[in-house]
């Protein structure tokens, strides 16, 4: 069974930039989708992005659009998120997930479909100040 674990959240004003990680362990991911999702506070869990397994394929909620990118380094099992120009309303728990059996879907089909990525990190916490 795959283990993600994020890093590099933290506190940062607004306009700042902050680069999250996810390092998964148990199983290499090189052949599985991934993508990153966010909860705020009294808010429902929601899209952020995802990536393709070979990395051909990227897309974004039009929130993050042109601010973040999304990357993964099949070598080191591990995916990124790098984030630009924050925003108080990027405030957020930050979320990496992995699909359990590779599908090879696009990375614009999995948006929508948060159930087929079977395994979650913990979590990391991201918080931009105004």
């Known amino acids: 069974q795959v283990q993600l674990a994020e890093s590099g959240g933290g506190l940062v004003q607004a306009g700042g930039s902050l680069r999250l990680s996810c390092a998964a362990s148990?199983?290499?991911?090189?052949?599985?989708?991934m993508g990153w999702f966010r909860q705020a506070p009294g808010k429902e869990r929601e899209f952020v992005a995802t990536i393709s397994w070979s990395s051909s394929n990227t897309y974004y909620a039009d929130s993050v659009k042109g601010r973040f990118t999304i990357s993964r380094d099949n070598a080191k099992n591990t995916v990124h998120l790098q984030m630009h120009s924050l925003k108080p309303e990027d405030t957020a728990v930050y979320y990496c997930?992995?699909?359990?059996?590779?599908?090879?879907?696009?990375?614009?089909?999995?948006?929508?479909?948060?159930?087929?990525?079977?395994?979650w990190g913990q979590g990391t916490q991201v918080t931009v100040s105004s």
């Open positions: 997930a992995a699909e359990p059996t590779p599908r090879r879907y696009t990375a614009a089909y999995y948006s929508t479909r948060p159930q087929l990525f079977g395994s």
């Open positions: 148990g199983r290499t991911l090189s052949s599985s989708a």
